[in-house]
């Protein structure tokens, strides 16, 4: 009995030290998700409203219109 006390005690030392050194804690692995909204890139005509640019179109028939008159006048002279 004497003879199987010593090692069964210096197995049972062996074990135990071995089984609490290790790394029982478990890692939680967390994925988050992330919606990202990208800005569209817009051109400069699109950024304006209607109003703007059926004012620029009108503006630019009624510059043409008064170039046309000046240059009726100018022939007069």
């Known amino acids: 009995m004497?003879?199987?006390f010593k090692p069964l005690c210096?197995?049972?030392i062996m074990a135990t030290v071995f089984?609490?050194?290790r790394d029982t804690a478990e890692k939680e692995v967390i994925v988050k998700e992330v919606e990202v909204e990208k800005e569209q890139e817009v051109s400069e005509e699109e950024r304006e409203?209607?109003?703007e640019r059926t004012a620029k179109k009108v503006d630019k028939k009624v510059n043409k219109e008064i170039n046309e008159e000046i240059e009726k006048i100018g022939d007069d002279n």
Do not use: A, V
């Open 19 to 21: 089984t609490s050194c």
């Open 49 to 51: 409203g209607i109003l």
């Open 2 to 4: 004497k003879r199987l």
């Open 10 to 12: 210096g197995l049972l």
